[in-house]
C-alpha cells in the first residue's frame, strides 16, 4: 500500500543528516507520494507532512509533491475532497525550501496552454508570492523570474476588444491581469516604504524588475518600450520575426533585451509545434541557425554570468521548453541532432563558468568576513558584474556578494533541471539515434 511504502522510505530517512539524502531517497519519496495522491489517501499524506518529526524531510522533498496536488486541483474540480488539497498546497509552500518551491511552481505555470494558462496562474499566484516573499536573498532578481514568466504566457492569450469579450473573458486574460496587480502589490509597497534602508543597491533592482514586467509598464531600453516592440513583433509576418530576432540577438548587446526577444522565439517555436502556425522559420533548420544565437556564451566560460543572468535564464528556459515539448522521435525542431553541440557550446562552458564565478564570489564573501575586523563604519568597494561600486559600507557588501552567489544558484538549479530532463530523454534510446555528435 502506497501510505506504508511511503511510511517506510521517511523512517529510513529521519535516521539521516539533511545533507546524506540521496538522489535515490528523493526519487522514492516522490514516487510514494504521488501514489497515495492517486490512491486517494491524501487525509493519511497530510498527517505524515504536519508531523514535527518529518520537518527536515518535508522541506527538503515536499516540494515534489506540489505538482500532484496542483493537477488534482485543476483536473478534479468536483472532488469532494478539494479542500484537502488546498490544504496540502498550503502546508508545502509553508515548509518547504522556498528556492526549490520557486523553481517548480514557475515550472508547473510553464506547462498548459489554452484556457488551462490563466487557470494555473489564478491558482498559483498567491503560493508563488509567499514563495518570493519568504527568499532571504535575491528577492528583485526572483520577482523579475517570476513576472517573466508569468508574462511569457499571459502573452499566448488572446486579448478580448469587445465588451462582450471583457465581460465573458474566455480565456481569462482580465482576471489574471487583476490577479496580477495583487501578486505585485507587496513588492511594490516594499520599493515605496522602505526609502530609508541600506540596501538601495537592492532596492532598486526590485523596483526595476517592477517596472520591467509589471502589469501596466515596460522597462524603457535604449529608448524603446518593449511593450512597443512587442506590438510591432506581432505585426510581422513568420519570416519578419525570424529576421528581427537574428538582428536584435546580433545587435542588442543587452541581457534583459536578450531575454525578451529569446521569450517570443519560445512563444513562435510553441505555435509551430501545436500546428497553429505552419512554416519552416521556426522549426527544423531555420530554427537550429538562430539557437545557435541563442544557447551559447558570448566569452565562453570566460562571460560575466552576473552581467548576462537574464539572457542565461531566457536561455535555459527556452532549451527545457525544447527538451520536454519536441520528442526525440520526431525531432520537429532539430534539438536531438544538434544535442552534443548545444552541450558543447553551452551547457559545459557555463558548468565552468558557474563553477568558476562562485568560487571567486565565496573568495570575496570570506575575505570581506575576515576584514570585519576593521571598523564597521569603514567603506569599501566591491566588484560586481564587471563594474566596481565604491563606498559600500562592509553588510551591505555582504548582502551583494550573497545575492550573486543566490543568481548563480538558481541558474544552476535551472541547469540541473534542463540535464536531467535531457538524460531522462535520452537514457532509454539507442545511441544511434540520440544526435550526440
Known sequence: MAVEELQSIIMRCQILEEQDFKEEDF???????????????????????????????IKNMGWNLVGPVVRCLLWNKE????????????????????????LGLLELIEEPSGKQISQIILLLLQP????????????????????????????????P???????????????????????????VEEVINDKENSLENENEKLKDELLKFGPAHFKLMRKKSLAMLQLYINKLDSQGKYTLFRCLLNTSNHSGVEAFIIQNIKN??????????????????????????????????????????????????????L????????NQTGLWTELGRIENNFL??????????????????????????QKSKDLCSVTVGGEEIPNMPPEMQLKVLHSALFTFDLIESVLARVEELIEIKTKSAPEENIGIK
Not at 128 to 142: D, E, G, M
Not at 170 to 176: A, P, R, S, V, W
Request: proline residues 3%; hydrophobic residues 40%.
Open 27 to 57: 526519487g522514492l519519496f516522490q514516487l510514494a507520494g504521488q501514489r497515495c495522491i492517486d490512491e486517494g489517501h491524501i487525509e493519511q499524506l497530510l498527517e505524515i507532512i504536519q508531523n514535527e518529526k518529518n520537518k527536515v524531510i
Open 79 to 102: 472532488d469532494e475532497k478539494r479542500k484537502y488539497y488546498f490544504l496540502m498546497l498550503d502546508l508545502l509552500v509553508k515548509l518547504c525550501n522556498p528556492k526549490e518551491l520557486l
Open 128 to 159: 508563488l508570492q509567499t514563495v518570493i516573499q519568504k527568499l532571504r536573498n535575491n528577492k528583485a532578481y526572483s520577482v523579475g523570474l517570476a513576472l517573466s514568466t508569468l508574462w511569457s504566457q499571459l502573452s499566448l492569450l488572446p486579448v
Open 161 to 187: 476588444y469587445s465588451e462582450e469579450q471583457i465581460q465573458t473573458d474566455d480565456y481569462g486574460l482580465c482576471q489574471c491581469c487583476k490577479a496580477l496587480i495583487e501578486f505585485t502589490k507587496p513588492f
Open 268 to 321: 513562435q517555436i510553441d505555435l509551430s509545434l501545436k500546428g497553429t502556425h505552419n512554416n519552416k522559420w521556426f522549426t527544423g533548420p531555420q530554427l537550429i541557425s538562430l539557437l545557435d544565437l541563442v544557447l551559447f556564451l558570448p566569452e565562453g566560460a570566460e562571460t560575466d554570468l552576473l552581467q548576462n543572468s537574464d539572457r542565461i535564464m531566457a536561455s535555459l528556459n527556452l532549451l527545457r521548453y
Open 323 to 330: 527538451v520536454i515539448k519536441d520528442n526525440e522521435k520526431d
Open 348 to 373: 559545459k562552458p557555463l558548468h565552468t563558468g558557474l563553477n568558476m564565478s562562485k568560487a571567486h564570489y565565496e573568495a570575496e564573501i570570506k575575505n570581506s568576513q575576515e576584514n570585519k575586523v
